[in-house]
């Protein structure tokens, strides 16, 4: 393409001119981390008050020498332990008399009640106060260990759910013996307690466990524990503890709701159970019997929150000998409560990790006896002294530390134990109150503030997008205008927010949320000085909206969550059969063709996008994993490394076709794509392949050579990609272009000879053609685009790298048909939001869903054989977030690609990086705005039977959207920045 | 309804697709026209009725039984509603006799079009999710039910050359009940595909129920919406 002439105008200084540019091109960086900053702030705002965390302590308790002092008297204890758990009964179901015709629920189970009134020495109905999440598995950890179980238990293994605190359980077998436990129902208690299945006498199995995931059958589960507890309880010396699980209740309640027939029919059976298993023990003084919900239930049957009916569960405690004091109907405990009394009652020591304190009627026995409950209380503040003490999160709480040491003053000094219980008392109850706020309960607030954030920063993201559009002429100039009004708003906010928050000492979210409201403020106000000129809205920007909100949608049903990545091949599909149409649209019949070519190129790879994939346990059994060789192994199938192979040959072949599209396969391009991007591309194939070989069992003699060499290899790639090529794009700057002169004497002599006098004296005699000038700007920012997907490219397994390769390929093809449809000028923001739609379904065909069981822990070991920060990190955070950083570093090509230079023309470069600030701005209104509904739906989703297992990773992964999304769009807009600077200096 | 009167034809001249403005659609001659969009509006809820209730038992077989009489019932609604997409300009004595015989052939050959071109559909359904290995025979019934409701009258209803189907893919042709009939299909088969992945474990969630309902509800909602606004200029 011939370099146009243009008359310079005399007064330009192209020097004073050049900083001009850098100054423009640095103060449009301040735009995305800007935005990147708010959604940082909206996350963390949001996070704290959702993601509940807590450190647990591995240790295990013993009895203190406490036990053996002769001021302690302890209940006696009993020689077996029933536990009847009735899944989601709420304390109102056995507790609550009420007047008969009310509610279905109320009257049916009634012979707890009737019992605690008859015989009030043996039998007493409490009303227990779960903690929330309510939630079957927390529930049952908060059961057995008397901590407060959160989503986040660091210190957990991610994989299994297996308890590895100090708990009751652990504490039975091991004082009594592997498999003196007899087991019944649910088998969450196996994944918990995977040494409850010991259970076993004479080779009788004593553990029958059940699946619980099928909510709609309502009988299988209680059907089989009852058939089982019989026997079992007849063969009272084979066990010290049985445990029987219900859940139909539960089921009942999620199926049908609490008032209907169904939960009637239910309750009416587990009274008959719970009837039968009184009579069972009736004539034996020795066996304690325990029934008991994890959790109630709303009114709508549902639980996993913090509402009223959710946390209130039924406990009734029943033996035939006489072992409590009488108490009021109504008396109100901790559900953790049970954990220190079980321990009195089963004659083992307070697991080391509990919270609670002893039941006091349980402790004080028939003839109240309170130096049996000070006894207890004693034993039990020791404990949690203990833990306190070795706890990180207990600094700075001396004043409760101080009620200890008055208790453990009195109970020295005094014999008062009526007054020594209640200091002790008030201490457990004080610590549990610290700990509950520190680490147990949404604060919703905060999760609102959070969202606030969210939507305005989505406004100004919205505000900004359709202020700065072509018709801004200098946008730079705006932006040093609106600089500082953020800036102030944000700093004026930050002191707003401190002084009120400091007021409700709630200093942390009030600074971050005025810091971020006040920016946004400062903006908007600025915003006012700004000429706003309204464009018609393009039918594609409508488009691009609509998909970010049929996305978010997804996040309203745990459905959708589970089968994401199908829901998104689907969209795409969609789109590229809107693209086909629009393509039929075209009037030139070459161009609609090739139009129409793309748009189906699109389609067959956003289905074929779906493919590669890991089951989630939710999917089983509709979905067949085959990202590995099998689905049982980490290994990758060999078929998986041939195609790994033929993409890399395949690839370099593909950017090339499209670079001779606009003849810029010139200049650096075939040395940086067809030999460099080949080269790496087979080195990881090699690496993988040594990888492959090292894995068969027949090369174990040469394990260790392989390793090195594949060390060696990995390493290389590491340099040459992760280093190597972004320092030579900087440094070298590799245009992909070829200049060609051409001598014109002799169209100027023909000129002449046809007296054609005008066309001759404006021929000059060399003219220089510029070959590739045409995509001058996307073939340079596709060379560096091409090195950080080798990089991406290299920390993903084989079928990861095959994944990335076609998201590369479909790039592309929307890049084309971006150009050939006029998409990036009618409608900058399509695009850019498409690619980010893409990103996300390309995280799954990387081998991820939005679990933290996929991450692929083992690419930490990639580079070296044990972790080294910088290496292992980055091998991580590529592996698991790279569609994503690879999408926001192709924003900037919806602007760049089939861009020509305007030659010595300052303000349309300037223009050029106002539509790159803008397209990554269309970018991160899809990341925000998925992020948005993600955490509303969460916030409304909380109290869902799912929010723990589905919602929560999925918000998890819709925040590491966001921010790795906002931050390769800080990072393209600042190589877009260079690539316009040094176009300018080329061409300026 | 107002409606140019011109040929088909005119749509083929090798002008650009976006000064197509003739309407293919005219006035049946046969019976009054209320009568047969009215009966033919009838005919669809009832089946889709029939068809929803019966599906979720076996969907193949119930697919397979019914494809015939909704091939008839669709080819006895083109033959009454659209007359053939051939030049009535040479109107000769017997016009009206040998529009029916061309409406006739027409009818035969677009059937026999859409059933040729019911692979073509599997091949989208399978793009947009559908199954590859498994439930082929339910996804090619399905294909040939949606090549029945959306192709098979489009097919009867306009002429067979690049620009005109150009202009249909495109969006950009005129308004008539085929027209319409057909996009609502498609619109109503997208639709059918949202509720497959909820956990709700109905015995209707299985492949392809609710995407026939889908296309079936959607088939009739865009022959109303057709016959209401046929003639309109273009779609979008």
Known sequence: ?988 | MARIKSTPRQIATPSAPTSATAVPYKPNTLFPENVITSSALLAFPIVTVILSSLLPSDPVKILGYSLPAVALIQAVNILFTNPAPEPVAKSSGNKKKKQAKNTVSTTILGLVLSMLLTPFIHLIYVLFGAPVTVSIPATFLLSAHTALLALFPILCTYPLDGVTWTNLVALKAPVTPAYTAALGTIAGAWLGAVPIPLDWDREWQIWPVTVVFGAYVGNALGRLVGAVFSGKEKML
């Not at chain 1, 706890?391 to 700075?396: L, R």
């Not at chain 1, 000094?413 to 520190?438: G, H, M, P, W």
């Open chain 1, 1 to 988: 393409m011939p370099r146009s002439s243009r008359a310079i105008p005399a007064s330009s200084v192209p020097q004073a001119h050049k900083s001009q540019l850098k100054h423009a091109t640095r103060i449009s960086l301040l735009v995305p981390v800007w935005f990147f900053a708010l959604h940082i702030l909206a996350l963390v705002l949001f996070a704290l008050g959702f993601l509940l965390s807590r450190p647990i302590l591995p240790d295990i308790a013993v009895k203190s020498a406490s036990y053996s002092s002769p001021d302690v008297i302890l209940p006696r204890a009993f020689k077996r332990t029933v536990v009847i758990l009735i899944d989601a009964l709420r304390h109102d179901f056995i507790g609550s008399s009420g007047d008969g015709n009310e509610a279905y629920y109320l009257n049916v189970l009634t012979t707890p009640l009737m019992l605690s009134v008859s015989q009030p020495e043996h039998a007493a109905v409490f009303k227990i106060i779960a903690d929330p999440p309510t939630t079957t598995l927390q529930r049952l950890k908060a059961l057995t260990t008397g901590s407060l179980p959160t989503f986040i238990d660091a210190g957990s293994n991610f994989n299994g759910a297996e308890v590895t605190e100090d708990s009751w359980i652990g504490q039975v077998l091991s004082s009594r013996g592997d498999g003196r436990t007899a087991f019944a129902g649910d088998d969450t208690w196996l994944s918990l307690f995977p040494s409850l299945s010991h259970g076993a006498y004479e080779d009788k199995n004593l553990t029958f466990p059940y699946e619980s995931f099928n909510v709609w059958d309502l009988h299988t589960v209680d059907a089989g524990v009852t058939s089982h507890i019989w026997p079992v309880l007849e063969r009272r010396d084979d066990w010290d503890v049985l445990i029987a699980h219900y859940l139909g209740v539960d089921h009942a309640g999620h199926r049908f709701g609490p008032d209907t027939p169904q939960m009637k029919e239910k309750l009416l059976e587990m009274d008959t159970v719970v009837k039968n298993v009184v009579n069972a023990i009736k004539d034996d003084d020795e066996t304690l019997l325990v029934v008991l919900g994890d959790h109630g239930m709303d009114d709508k049957g549902d639980h996993g929150g913090d509402s009223k009916g959710e946390v209130e569960a039924g406990l009734f405690l029943y033996s035939s000998r006489p072992f409590l004091a009488p108490v009021d109907q109504a008396e109100t405990i901790n559900q953790i409560d049970l954990v220190p009394t079980l321990s009195f009652l089963l004659d083992i020591p307070v697991p080391f990790n509990n919270l609670g304190s002893p039941i006091a009627s349980a402790m004080l026995g028939p003839d109240r006896n309170f130096q049996q409950l000070a006894s207890a209380c004693r034993i039990v503040a020791e404990q949690i002294h203990g833990y306190r003490s070795h706890h990180p999160s207990f600094e700075g709480t001396d004043e409760i530390t101080e009620i200890y040491s008055a208790a453990s003053e009195a109970w020295n000094a005094s014999e008062d134990y009526e007054r020594i219980s209640e200091l002790y008392l008030a201490y457990q109850k004080q610590n549990l109150k610290t700990c509950r706020e520190r680490w147990a309960r949404f604060d919703v607030p905060s999760m609102v503030a959070g969202i606030v954030v969210f939507l305005a920063s989505f406004g100004a993201l919205g505000v900004f997008y359709a202020t700065f559009d072509d018709s801004l002429e200098c946008p730079s100039n705006y932006l040093n205008f609106l600089a500082p009004k953020i800036g102030l708003g944000g700093l004026t906010g930050l002191a707003v927010g401190a002084g009120l928050g400091y007021l409700q000492s709630r200093i942390v979210i009030a600074t971050g949320f005025g810091l971020a409201m006040g920016s946004i403020l400062g903006f908007v106000k600025g915003m006012h000085r700004i000429p706003g000129v309204k464009s018609p809205v393009s039918k594609w920007t409508v488009l691009a909206l609509l998909a970010t909100i049929l996305h978010g949608i997804l996040f309203a049903s745990n459905s959708y969550v589970v089968w994401e990545a199908r829901s998104l091949s689907f969209l795409l599909v969609s789109f590229g059969f809107i693209l086909l149409a629009a393509s039929f649209r075209l009037p030139d019949a070459k161009l609609r063709a090739t139009a129409v070519f793309h748009s189906l190129v699109f389609i067959i790879q956003s289905r074929v996008a779906e493919y590669p994939r890991i089951c989630r346990e939710e999917q089983l059994p509709f979905c067949t994993s085959n990202f590995y060789a099998s689905t049982a192994s980490s290994v990758s199938s060999l078929t998986a490394l041939i195609i790994l192979f033929v993409t890399a040959v395949t690839l370099p072949a593909i950017i090339r076709s499209f670079l001779r599209t606009s003849a810029s396969y010139e200049g650096s391009a075939p040395l940086w794509v067809g030999t460099g991007l080949r080269v790496v591309l087979l080195l990881i194939g090699l690496y993988w392949t040594l990888d492959y070989v090292e894995a068969d069992p027949n090369s174990q003699a040469y394990v260790e050579q392989l390793k090195m060499y594949k060390y060696v290899v990995s390493r290389l790639l590491f340099g040459v990609t992760v280093v190597g090529a972004p320092l030579a794009w900087f440094r070298g700057f590799p245009l992909c272009l070829r200049v060609e002169m051409a001598n014109n004497q002799q169209k100027i002599k023909q000129a002449l000879q046809n007296g054609d006098m005008d066309t001759a004296s404006k021929t000059s005699p060399v003219s220089v053609e510029i070959i590739g000038f045409g995509n001058t700007y996307g073939s340079l920012y596709l060379l560096l685009f091409v090195s950080v997907f080798a990089a991406v490219s290299l920390c993903m397994k084989p079928v990861g790298g095959i994944a990335m390769a076609g998201m590369v390929y479909q790039i592309l093809t929307l890049l084309e048909l971006g150009d050939v449809l006029d998409l990036f000028t009618i409608s900058p923001i399509v695009t850019p939001t498409v690619i980010a739609l893409m990103s996300t379904q390309y995280y799954f065909a990387t081998g991820h869903q939005a679990t933290l069981a996929s991450i692929q822990w083992d690419v930490a070991f990639l580079f070296t054989e044990s972790i080294r920060p910088p290496l292992t990190h980055i091998a991580l955070i590529f592996n698991t977030l790279g569609p994503f950083i690879l999408a926001g570093l192709a924003v900037p090509l919806t602007v760049f690609y089939k861009l020509s230079p305007s030659p010595r023309d300052f303000g349309a470069s300037e223009a050029i990086m106002g539509r790159v600030v803008r397209a990554g701005t269309g970018a991160m209104i899809y990341a925000g705005g998925l992020a948005l509904t993600n955490c509303i739906m969460t916030v409304i989703l909380r109290r869902h039977l799912m929010v723990w297992k589905i919602f929560a990773p999925r918000f998890m992964l819709a925040g590491a959207t966001v921010i790795a999304i906002d931050l390769a769009i800080v990072a393209s807009t600042f190589f877009a920045g260079k690539v316009i600077e040094g176009v300018y200096d080329v061409f300026g």
